[in-house]
């Protein structure tokens, strides 16, 4: 990512005193509405083992954006999971994969 010196968050995974740990899911941005922080829409498949068929089911995630992360609506990330930082939120968004 960008210099230390770009990035004053503390709740940055890179640059501040954020640890991550636990799951790491790929989603798209859908709403960047709040201060740092995005709505992730997460894609995932349940085995329905009843009728032996996979379920696409979706989820909306609120992440943390960290300064040194820029995002648009639509972009690919990586989210990881992490200390809760809010009442909805936490996941930090950790990379961009497709702007
Ligand atoms: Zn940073």
Redesign the pocket.
């Known amino acids: 990512?960008?210099e230390k010196a770009d990035?004053n968050?503390s709740k940055?995974p890179?640059?501040?005193g954020l640890k991550v740990r636990g799951r790491i899911l790929e989603g798209r941005v859908s709403s960047l509405k709040q201060q740092k922080s995005a709505v992730i829409e997460v894609d995932y498949i349940v085995d329905m083992k009843k009728f032996q068929r996979f379920e696409k089911r979706r989820r909306k995630i609120h992440a943390h954006v960290?300064?040194?992360?820029k995002l648009k609506v639509g972009s690919l990330v990586e989210i990881s999971s992490c200390r809760r930082l809010s009442k909805t939120i936490s996941f930090v968004v950790t990379k961009v994969l497709k702007v």
């Open positions: 990512m960008s990035c968050d940055c890179f640059h501040g960290p300064d040194c992360i």
